[in-house]
């Protein structure tokens, strides 16, 4: 067998896994237009259906914790089945689940189709990450991770930029005409993507051993139960499960409350300015996303848990500078980009502990089980800054919540030697 050194010196094995990265981040690229828009049509929804801000919080929580559950399943069926069949199914049924949305006309209607497309969501991003973890060694995790979440982050952007130029024509066309570009990634991430090296004529990767011990040649014969236990035997990587969990907690309350402050009572109005100032939160996250992944590698030379604690404290420190800017003050768009480009950065981190902490062979399984801690939190955090939102009479409060969940991450991190 070849070992990744020498895979790292052949031209033919180098274009090989670029291709497959590229191909995994273009389809990545358009998924978050099946899930991103939603903080963009609440106006509409409320004014149309007669929903309050705290209803549509549940909403998006019932999405986010079956993207959960989704995730703690669909990351050991990718160690066990591979994941490029996985991320195509799901960008495919996510597609159809928007357009059902997008005739909702209560709130069982919109919460149903909603919450199953949360299911078909978290079909892509571990089986994604399983795919290359195939491919690439320890040295370089931080930086491909960091491509990968470059692609995510990019695609709020383009999400943000589509549901703002849809948003005239009507909260239901933003669940109509982005998702289409979803489709188009899907196909060609089928016809590119190589799940593997062998499946180019290549010789696989060796496994390498984690802090949970176990290297095995197949996970093929253990049970459902013996891979997860790999992670949850291993203190130091639930440790980053929790410290993920308040770090997306921060992310999605960006994701999904700025655009309720930003756009005010002017949601509804083609010309609004505030609009586009939303999109320099994305923008932030995915600058910070490729950041801090090649930070993680070259600066802090693997160790992921010390880029982790610097960020998520700066992102602390600018969210709480955003919680006292009024809206309208030229100092929003820059401190939107970096609280996003801070908060969304540590990302790169987490993903590539999985593989550090558990083993290639178990990447999948842990993406999984760390995914499945991160959305459990992100759900409970829409529903909280809702109410809080309608009871203090000003959006500015979620800055200040998401503050404390990123001084929280940060703090567990800071029990991670790693």
Request: glycine share 12%.
């Amino acid at each position: 067998m070849t070992s990744p050194s020498l895979h790292s010196v052949s031209p033919e094995f180098s274009t090989a896994r670029l291709r497959t990265l590229m191909a995994v981040m273009f389809c990545y690229l358009f998924y978050y237009t099946g899930r991103q828009t939603f903080g963009f049509a609440i106006p509409g929804m409320m004014k149309e259906l007669g929903l309050t801000k705290t209803q549509l919080g549940w909403c998006g929580t019932a999405m986010l914790w079956c993207y959960a559950l989704g995730q703690a399943v669909n990351g050991q069926l990718a160690d066990r089945f591979g994941g490029k069949r996985m991320m195509t199914m799901g960008a495919c049924f996510s597609f159809v689940l928007n357009l059902v949305l997008s005739g909702a006309t209560s709130l069982t209607t919109l919460m149903v189709p909603w919450a199953v497309n949360g299911m078909a969501q978290s079909m892509g991003w571990a089986p994604g990450s399983r795919i290359l973890s195939n491919w690439w060694d320890k040295q370089h995790r931080g930086r491909v991770f960091g491509w990968y979440l470059f692609a995510a982050g990019s695609s709020s952007v383009l999400t943000y930029g589509l549901a703002a130029l849809v948003l005239p024509l009507g909260w239901r066309w933003i669940f109509r005409l982005p998702v289409i570009l979803l489709v188009v990634g899907a196909v060609v991430f089928w016809l590119v993507a190589r799940e593997r090296p062998s499946d180019s004529g290549f010789p696989d990767l060796e496994d390498e051993k984690g802090d949970s011990g176990m290297v095995v040649e197949s996970i093929a014969g253990l049970s459902i139960w013996q891979r997860y236990r790999v992670g949850l035997t291993c203190v130091p990587f639930l440790l980053g499960c929790f410290s993920i969990g308040f770090q997306n907690l921060a992310r999605y309350g960006l994701l999904v409350w700025v655009p309720v402050h930003l756009l005010g009572t002017d949601w509804d109005k083609g010309n609004s300015p505030m609009r586009w100032v939303a999109m320099a939160l994305p923008l932030g996250m995915a600058i910070g996303a490729v950041s801090a992944g090649w930070m993680s590698d070259r600066v802090f030379k693997g160790r992921r848990s010390s880029a982790i604690v610097i960020f998520l404290f700066l992102a602390a420190i600018f969210a709480g500078l955003t919680s006292q800017v009024p809206r309208e003050s030229h100092w929003s768009l820059p401190l939107l980009f970096l609280t996003g480009f801070f908060v969304y950065g540590p990302q790169s981190g987490y993903w590539a502990l999985c593989p550090d902490l558990l083993g290639r062979r178990f990447a999948g399984t842990g993406i999984g089980i760390m995914n499945f801690c991160a959305y459990l939190f992100a759900g409970l955090g829409e529903p909280l800054i809702g109410a809080l939102i309608e009871h203090a009479h000003t959006t500015s409060i979620a800055f200040t919540v998401i503050a404390v969940a990123c001084a929280a991450g940060a703090s567990l991190m800071l029990f991670v030697r790693r």
